[in-house]
């Protein structure tokens, strides 16, 4: 049998070498995806900034994810979270910084919600009340980074980049001051107060202000601080005086700063120096005092109204004050005395030229010379209205001689009676004496000679007053018929002096008893004058002149 030719060839199989590493393009999607993310996710961990948290007492005016973080009123992050702390006292904000704002977030760095208030006479964060609230954020000057801080409760007087320096006041209350008051210098604002604290001892306060550049070139080391709060009033010879820096200062308080126009010219102060702060521009500028003695005064009067502070004054120039009050009792002489202990500054009374104070040569102090010559102290008042009271120094005439013990610490000025213990005495010496006169009996006195003379008057009217006036009627027709004499007396020696003109000159006697007549005549016309005048001369006759 034949084998079929038409039956087809059976290929061989061939072995083949199957590839390693064989690509495929599906997968190669999926890795551009991957390299793409990994570059942007490598890229968004170098561009986030640093995240920070921030402990405040209260979240008022924060929002998560709306609130932002500004620097100079440019967006630097936002709040991401808000959480209460582990002891639930205060909340803890977590926010996103930029890139930009890593080299600001270093360890002194400082934080604080910007919002609407008012304080120390400033009003600051108005913009929010329609933008909302921020977290304002101030760059410390440190190089080393931080990521956990205290927020500020109020915004920092003093901002980083801000010129000026920084000064520390001793004052023994704080007065009416705030963070946020005004320094003023010559009524022009100069600087802010920064802070306060009690020192260590609790006996002061310590403010510390910040002087704004360039003002802060005009403190010396011999400038003085003072209140600058409410208003200074005063009244002196020259009127009323009301002073005060600004309406702020008066409302807020502040504080105010000058150097005398006296004072050498200094460098200005460092950082961080200390002044002492007076009460008032008065006190502050005094001439310092660098010499101070202390003496004790004895009284044996009451010192109502004298108290700690008063003035020492010598004639009106202030040379101490009064430190202390207190009773005493003396054993020697058994009595109770009031104790009162002054400062004493020798070189307001003591200068000489050249203003400085001249010892003596035995080192005995300058007061104990003088109270060798009669110095001493008296208490007189200050102001009849308060009834307050100083202590004078001064020489008093006829005082009992005395001196001072200088080994005595402190030594003792004799003292003499007060202006108002001596009005006292003479007006109880003038009511003693009043107290010794009989008014009863000078009363009835008087009474009795009152009712007396009223009877004799009376009867003086009823008895002599009739006849009085028929006396000065007939004295008044006697000095008609007088004028009518004199009227024809007149015309007689008219005529008589007529015919002697046309006749022979008369002998001497004639002309003599002429003239006699016209003198009679006269007198006779000077008298009816004076009575026509004075017609109770009849009666009481004239009265002599008193000249």
């Known amino acids: 049998m034949a084998e079929p030719t038409d039956i087809p060839e059976v290929p061989r199989a061939v072995r083949v070498r199957k590839r390693r590493f064989a690509f495929q393009w599906v997968w ?20 986030d ?13 924060i929002e998560a994810g709306k609130t932002r973080v500004k620097y100079k009123d440019v967006d630097i992050g936002v709040v991401k979270n808000i959480s209460l702390d582990e002891n639930r006292a205060g909340i803890i904000v977590r926010a996103d910084l930029s890139k930009a704002a890593e080299d600001l977030v270093v360890q002194d760095t400082r934080f604080w919600v910007v919002r609407a208030r008012i304080a120390g006479g400033t009003v600051s964060g108005i913009g929010t009340l329609l933008s909302g609230s921020y977290i304002g954020m101030d760059p410390g000057k440190s190089t080393e980074s931080r990521r956990d801080f205290e927020g500020l409760e109020t915004p920092p007087v003093i901002t980083t980049g801000l010129q000026g320096k920084q000064i520390v006041l001793l004052a023994d209350d704080l007065g009416s001051l705030d963070v946020g008051s005004p320094v003023y210098f010559r009524r022009l604002e100069a600087g802010r107060v920064v802070a306060y604290e009690l020192d260590k001892e609790g006996k002061r306060v310590l403010v510390r202000i910040f002087v704004n ?3 802060d070139r005009y403190v010396t080391p011999s400038t003085r601080f003072w209140h600058a709060s409410g208003i200074d009033v005063s009244l002196d010879a020259n009127g009323l005086k009301i002073n005060t820096e600004s309406l702020t200062s008066i409302a807020v308080g502040g504080l105010a700063f000058q150097t005398p126009d006296s ?24 001439s310092p005092v660098t010499i101070t003695e202390r003496y004790l005064l004895v009284f044996r009067e009451s010192v109502r109204g004298l108290g700690i502070g008063a003035p020492v004054d010598f004639r009106g120039l202030v040379v101490g004050e009064v430190r ?51 110095l001493r102290a008296q208490m007189r008042s200050a102001n ?4 307050q009271q100083y202590i004078a120094l001064d020489f008093v005439p006829g005082a009992k001689k005395a001196a001072m013990d200088v080994r005595k610490s402190p030594p003792e000025i004799p003292t003499v009676a007060g202006s108002a213990q001596e009005l006292q005495a003479t007006i109880a010496s003038i009511s003693k004496k009043l107290e010794r006169v009989q008014f009863e009996e000078i009363s009835g006195d008087v009474r009795k000679t ?3 003379t009223t009877a004799v008057l009376e009867r003086v009217d009823r008895e002599v007053a009739p006849q009085v006036r028929d006396t000065m009627i007939e004295a008044r027709q006697a000095m008609v018929e007088a004028r009518e004499a004199l009227v024809q007396a007149r015309k007689a020696l008219s005529s008589v002096e007529r015919t002697l003109a046309n006749a022979e000159p008369l002998p001497s006697e004639a002309s003599d008893a002429l003239r006699e007549i016209g003198r009679a005549a006269q007198s006779f016309r000077v008298l009816a004058d004076y009575l026509e005048r004075h017609p109770e001369a009849v009666i009481r006759g004239k009265k002599e002149d008193k000249r």
Not at 51 to 61: D, K, L, M, Q
Not at 278 to 284: E, G, H
Not at 384 to 387: A, D, E, R, S, V
């Open 384 to 387: 009849l209205l308060t009834g």
């Open 213 to 215: 550049s360039p003002y």
């Open 49 to 61: 900034g640093p995240t920070v948290t921030i402990r405040f007492t209260t979240a008022e005016g």
């Open 263 to 286: 004072a050498p010219a200094q460098p200005a102060v460092a950082e961080n120096a200390t002044f002492p702060l007076f009460a008032d521009r008065v006190q502050a500028m005094k």
């Open 450 to 452: 009152l009712k007396t």
């Open 28 to 47: 190669l999607l999926p890795v551009v995806a991957a390299l793409v993310g990994g570059f942007l996710a490598v890229r968004a961990i170098l561009a």
């Open 324 to 374: 202390a009050i207190e009773a005493a009792y003396d054993r020697v002489k058994k009595e109770l005395g009031m104790v009162v202990e002054i400062d004493f500054y020798p070189e307001r009374l003591f200068r000489n030229r050249q203003r400085t104070v001249t010892p003596a040569p035995d080192g005995t102090p300058s007061l104990a010379r003088l109270v060798e010559r009669g």
